[in-house]
Antibody, heavy 117, light 108 residues
Framework: QVQLQQWGAGLLKPSETLSLTCAVY????????WTWVRQPPGKGLEWIGE???????NFNPSLKSRVTMSVDTSKNQFSLKLISVAAADTAVYYC???????????WGQGTLVTVSS | AIRMTQSPSSLSASTGDRVTITCRAS??????LAWYQQKPGKAPKLLIY???TLQNGVPSRFSGSGSGTDFTLTISNLQSEDFATYYC??????????FGQGTKLDIK
């Protein structure tokens, strides 16, 4: 049974850096694309990007300049950093497990990140 | 980026009804189309992939169809647990993968 558990700071000030981590339990860590998706309050889903176990990444062009992702294969964890956050980055952030050109079958519980001065 | 447009944005129905949600892609995506169900405060749940294949454990009252640019999700014999928001997603071309804006299905 694959489970994703995520955590990170929930309240940030404008210009700070968002930092979230997701731990994967069950299943293999290699061979998958570890993904982040966000959802502003009351709005739809936005794909942020993905990283594979080797550190290869793909990002949404709309966020690419501010996003970094990393993996720690020794702990089966992956992380998201988003720099220079603004109110528009307020959202529930989800981690998920993907496969190349395939939908997301496993998701974390979500973390609400609020950006407010 | 491929734009995904869902209709309607919201829909009211009663238990036992049959409902259809439509998703249109801005360019052809073959059958690289998924449907998700999301309930308040929960992560999305994958229902259908490859436009018409049910994910394990999804009830057979859910069905999907379409290819190219036009797709539908149909829910037959609506149950109380089906009232939720539904999203389509294309995974034909990325980055980025893109989602529709969502269709909220509520009780009439």
């Amino acid at each position: 049974q694959v489970q994703l558990q995520q955590w990170g700071a929930g309240l940030l000030k404008p210009s700070e850096t968002l930092s979230l981590t997701c731990a994967v339990y069950g299943g293999s860590f290699s061979g998958y694309y570890w993904t982040w998706v966000r959802q502003p309050p009351g709005k739809g889903l936005e794909w942020i990007g993905e990283i594979n176990h080797g550190g290869g990444t793909n990002f949404n062009p709309s966020l690419k300049s501010r996003v970094t992702m990393s993996v720690d294969t020794s702990k089966n964890q992956f992380s998201l950093k988003l720099i220079s956050v603004a109110a528009a980055d307020t959202a529930v952030y989800y981690c998920a497990r993907g496969i190349h050109l395939w939908p997301l079958a496993y998701w974390g519980q979500g973390t609400l990140v609020t950006v407010s001065s | 980026a491929i734009r995904m447009t869902q209709s309607p944005s919201s829909l009211s129905a009663s238990t036992g009804d049959r409902v259809t949600i439509t998703c249109r892609a801005s360019q052809g995506i073959s059958t690289y189309l998924a449907w998700y169900q999301q309930k308040p405060g929960k992560a999305p749940k994958l229902l259908i992939y490859s436009a018409s294949t049910l994910q394990n454990g999804v009830p057979s009252r859910f069905s999907g169809s379409g290819s190219g640019t036009d797709f539908t999700l149909t829910i037959s014999n609506l149950q109380s647990e089906d009232f939720a928001t539904y999203y389509c997603q294309q995974y034909y071309s990325y980055p980025p993968y893109t989602f529709g804006q969502g269709t909220k299905l509520d009780i009439k």
